[in-house]
């Protein structure tokens, strides 16, 4: 590896670990957590960025729940993109998981609320619950799996559309159109639920 290779983790070792990883190398996951845990802990907060400030869960806590789900038997990730996509996923289930369990114990809080609204500061109409959208985006998934994935990465992840761009290996306006198009089949169901 060059010097400029060292300046920021290639891709190529990530990819590495997780090959090494899936053919049943334990240490792999030793190397890969400490090369990706900063990151990871940076998508988890982008996620609480799109959540309401007194949610009662914190990012790490999420992340170490993410991790511990990820990591679990039968992980087995083809490369760095699938990998942030998995953690991205493994978030939003953490996030519908709690909202679940406060739901079952009749306990239900505004912090289980998320937006789709690309805003630092979004209104309270803004605000969806975090259950209502895991159901409409279930939905979105039978009609068009890309759609829902962008959704979940950039709602959930916290990811930009470049990242997700180079995630889907699709370009960014495309990320873009279909995140506006998303946006507007959820909305409208959304808006019409009984």
Do not use: C
Request: overall charge negative.
């Amino acid at each position: 590896m060059g010097d400029d290779e060292n300046s920021q983790l290639p891709t190529t070792e990530i990819t590495e670990l997780l090959v090494r990883w899936r053919k049943g190398d334990k240490s792999a996951i030793d190397e890969l957590l400490p090369q990706v845990y900063d990151e990871l802990h940076q998508v988890a907060a982008n996620a609480f960025e799109r959540e309401r400030r007194d949610h009662t869960l914190q990012p790490t806590a999420v992340l170490h729940e993410a991790f511990m789900r990820l990591a679990g038997p039968g992980a087995s990730f083809e490369n760095r993109a699938h990998f942030f996509g998995a953690a991205a996923h493994a978030i939003r289930r953490v996030l519908v998981d709690h909202a679940r369990r406060k739901q079952a114990a009749k306990r239900p809080s505004a912090s289980d609320r998320i937006t789709l609204v690309d805003s630092p500061t979004p209104d309270a109409q803004d605000q969806v619950e975090i259950l209502t959208l895991h159901q409409a985006l279930e939905r979105l998934e039978h009609i068009d799996a890309r759609k829902a994935k962008i959704v979940e990465l950039q709602t959930f992840g916290g990811l930009t559309q470049e990242e997700i761009a180079s995630f889907l290996g699709i370009s960014r306006p495309t990320v873009n159109r279909e995140w506006r198009l998303a946006r507007l089949l959820l909305g409208r169901w959304l808006e019409n639920r009984d």
